[in-house]
């Protein structure tokens, strides 16, 4: 796990050192990502920067990487676990290795089959490729998103990195009106796109080719796809554990100490459980907080303690919560208002501190059906069978109904179409309140220009599959990922998802929808799975997700906070404050809970801060100026 850094001139530079400097600060920027080590590579065409974060043969691992006489080059952030497996066919076809790395291995593979490269690998990936004798970039990131991979195409040279930051500390960039909007619907910017107009992502499962002067060309090596295949449910159950105990076997491939997070729920457990067999003295981490019901530290220690694993906590106090969000924030690039991204920071700063690697659960939820939202559609079944005329009635007279009011919202679920309902997991302001909160709403960057293809792709699904399909392609890397990648770095730490194999959705993908969703209950075939397996007090627990208390703290402990952040925040351009105002007023008056959408505004304004208006300058190691300060009531 690393972080690089580079680009790619359209015409000969003779190793101008202009650009070679401005490399160099691009990859300053990102010391957290690796600071065991950093690297350079330059040429007529290409800069390469490096940050190491030893894993795999610390002693000869560093990057950029050079094979075959130094023909091609790489950098590359991840793991590959299949590279053991790869590189024994490879020295059967006649290639040789100086290293025992994966990274040498990708290289190797290159040189062999080119652009089939990514295909091959089994893993989490972001890497670029340079082909000196065909003076030929290629470059690939892996299949679900895991690896963030930024880029930026100007008129005479291209940059790319694990960070925009890094990217940032070499162009101006400005505010892109249509992100902004999408992302106080959906917490996040959906990808490809970025809060910036000229910054952009490599789409997961998708390579690209370049050469001097030409534009990137992009291509689809892989597609989540779905497969219900009607087996027994005795035969998945094996087949979900055997691939599971696979993946984390592969996942634990490390030459450092691996940890694990835990927390009270299904998902983390069954990892934990399966990577004891492998490492018996495993180390698990857990946090929450002080206020009740927003801790899973007890259930966790009691998963550890059957298990007989040590498990290491700790609580984050709401002025620590306060105190680290401008630095949390500028780690994530963009804004994302996801609070649980904040004790993922602690989590992985804890975690540093025993281990280099650790093991989480994500990605369960979106391949086995585990969001409560997913029971939606057996909820709304009746609606199904519905005349148009009878559903235009129920649709006419649940407008007349007062907003809070028990019922209005199921009528209105059951008499929309999941494609215009449902964006994904979150769900933050519809297009109605965007336009009292907004100064400018653009109707042309409603949610549906996100959503339409993805709906028209999965058409032949059910229900189920459809939301789970749509959370792969926006919620699974807008959110999950991104925040497991920038938290778990930004503490120098890898973090890696065996859930997120392609062996294990292959095995996901065969499921029917009641062998997600059963009786109620959510990821009903991998709880069964997990039978023996687990610890019993979590087998039937609730997905809690990770709760922040965020609904409290703005009533109280958060309420001076926010009152400042709004009146200092230079977003009057954007935003109807006094429509905030009114939201917060409605939420510590117990009228309503607005806390996750105050939480998306006071996200965003603090990114405003930190990228558009610059209050804060950060290094990579410390705030050099605190905007705020925690304030009590």
């Excluded at 040279?157 to 009106?177: C, G, N, P």
Aim: aromatic share 12%; net charge neutral.
């Amino acid at each position: 796990m690393c972080g690089f850094v580079g680009c790619l001139s359209s015409r000969p530079w003779a190793l101008n050192n202009e650009i070679q400097e401005q490399v160099r600060a691009m990859n300053q920027s990102i010391i957290h990502r690796g600071p065991d080590d950093e690297g350079y590579f330059f040429d007529e065409y290409v800069n390469f920067g490096f940050r190491r974060l030893s894993i795999i043969d610390e002693e000869k691992g560093s990057q950029p990487l050079s094979y075959e006489n130094e023909r091609y080059w790489i950098i590359f952030n991840g793991e590959i676990y299949n590279y053991i497996e790869l590189k024994a066919e490879l020295m059967e076809c006649g290639h040789t290795f100086s290293t025992d790395t994966d990274t040498e291995v990708i290289l190797a593979l290159y040189s062999r089959i080119k652009e089939e490269t990514a295909r091959k690998l089994r893993g989490m990936f972001a890497f670029v490729i340079w082909d000196k004798l065909e003076e030929r970039l290629y470059g690939a990131r892996d299949h679900f998103g895991i690896k963030p991979f930024f880029y930026c195409e100007q008129s005479n040279i291209t940059y790319f990195a694990s960070e925009k930051k890094s990217i940032l500390t070499a162009i101006e960039d400005e505010l892109d009106i249509h992100s902004f909007q999408h992302f106080l619907s959906f917490q996040y910017v959906p990808e490809p796109n970025t809060m910036t107009k000229s910054i952009k992502k490599l789409s997961p499962g998708h390579y690209f080719t370049q050469r001097p002067g030409e534009r990137m060309n992009f291509f689809s090596y892989w597609e989540p796809q779905f497969k219900p295949a009607n087996m027994e449910n005795s035969k998945l159950i094996k087949e979900i554990q055997d691939t599971l105990k696979d993946s984390v076997n592969v996942h634990m491939r490390s030459d450092v100490p691996i940890g694990a997070f835990l927390s009270g729920g299904i998902d983390s457990s069954f990892i934990v459980s399966l990577a004891k067999e492998v490492n018996p003295k495993i180390k698990t981490f857990s946090v929450g907080f002080e206020t009740k019901g927003y801790s899973e530290i007890d259930i966790a220690k009691e998963t550890a303690d059957h298990l007989d694993v040590e498990n290491i906590s700790y609580v984050i106090s709401p002025e620590e919560f306060m105190n680290k969000l401008p630095k949390i924030i500028w780690h994530m690039d963009d804004p994302l208002a996801d609070p649980a991204a904040v004790p993922l920071y602690f989590l992985a700063r804890e975690a540093r501190k025993h281990v280099k690697v650790a093991l989480s659960g994500e990605g369960a939820d979106e391949l086995f059906g585990g969001y409560n939202i997913y029971r939606e559609p057996q909820s709304l079944q009746a609606f199904t069978y519905m005349p148009s005329p009878i559903k235009a009635l129920l649709k006419a007279a649940s407008s007349r109904i007062p907003d809070g009011v028990r019922g209005k919202s199921l009528i209105e679920r059951g008499v929309t179409p999941l494609n215009k309902r449902y964006i994904g997991n979150a769900n933050i302001f519809n297009e109605k309140e965007k336009k009292h909160l907004l100064v400018q709403y653009l109707s042309n960057a409603e949610n549906g220009k996100v959503t339409d293809l993805l709906y028209s792709n999965s058409f032949s699904y059910d229900d189920v599959t459809k939301m789970q399909y749509i959370d792969i392609q926006t919620w699974l890397k807008g959110d999950i990922l991104l925040k497991a990648d920038k938290m778990s770095m930004a503490n120098s730490l890898e973090v890696r998802v065996p859930f997120l194999d392609k062996q294990v959705f292959s095995t996901a993908s065969k499921l029917t929808s009641s062998q997600k969703i059963k009786d109620g209950q959510t990821k009903f075939l991998l709880r069964e799975a997990a039978k023996g397996i687990v610890p019993q007090h979590v087998w039937h627990r609730k997905k809690l997700g990770f709760p922040v208390p965020i609904r409290h703290w703005l009533k109280n402990e958060m309420y001076d906070w926010a009152i400042q952040l709004i009146n200092d925040s230079q977003t009057d351009s954007l935003f109807n404050k006094g429509e905030i105002y009114k939201l917060l007023a409605a939420h510590v008056c117990d009228e309503r809970d607005n806390s996750r959408k105050l939480w998306s505004i006071f996200t965003f304004m603090i990114w405003h801060q930190i990228y558009i208006e610059k209050v804060y300058q950060f290094d990579t190691q410390k705030v050099s100026k605190e905007r705020f300060t925690f304030v009590t009531s």
